[in-house]
């Protein structure tokens, strides 16, 4: 399995337009569409009928339009945030991506009002590629620390 971090040279994170690889699908929907917010150019890199499990849902969000309207929020709700890739992982038509995301809480996120408060979280995306789209995503974020972080959870302040 092909490990790609964020100094490898195996993957420079150029798109030379002709590497349409899981691996590039993936670094392209991190780094254009989650850290640079271009929610515009989504559907370059995931499906329309995307399905996509979060945290904290007992239902999946479905389709390109659901899967954009929850990064917008997100965004509006850490403003700056930023998306680093730690380790990029693929495997056939599955790639994991293991990110830091940061920002300033300055809306409302998980039911908690804006704070002001830095965030630093760990996620871990799970995407399944199929004919150079996202057809799948699995999010897993530490909610727990995340809420802490906000004051709304255990070790808040």
């Known amino acids: 399995m092909p490990h ?17 690889g899981p691996a590039l699908i993936a670094r392209r929907f991190v780094e254009e569409v989650l850290d640079a917010g271009k929610l515009d150019t989504a559907g370059q890199v995931v499906s329309p009928g995307v399905v996509v499990h979060v945290p904290a849902s007992d239902e999946p969000l479905r389709g390109l339009d659901a899967l954009t309207a929850y990064i917008a929020g997100f965004r509006l709700a850490l403003p700056d945030v930023a998306f680093q890739i730690d380790d990029l992982l693929a495997d056939g038509d599955r790639v994991a991506v293991r990110l830091t995301v940061t920002g300033t809480h300055e809306g409302e996120l998980l039911g908690v009002a804006p704070t002001g408060r830095r965030i630093s979280v760990g996620e871990v995306l799970i995407l399944r590629i199929d004919d150079g789209l996202i057809v799948e995503d699995w999010v897993q974020v530490d909610l727990l620390g995340l ?7 255990p070790g808040g302040h």
């Not at 195996?10 to 798109?15: A, P, R, V």
């Not at 809420?147 to 959870?153: E, I, T, V």
């Open 4 to 20: 790609i971090g964020p100094d490898s040279d195996e993957d420079s994170g150029q798109d030379s337009g002709q590497d349409t």
């Open 147 to 153: 809420l802490a972080q906000l004051g709304a959870g």
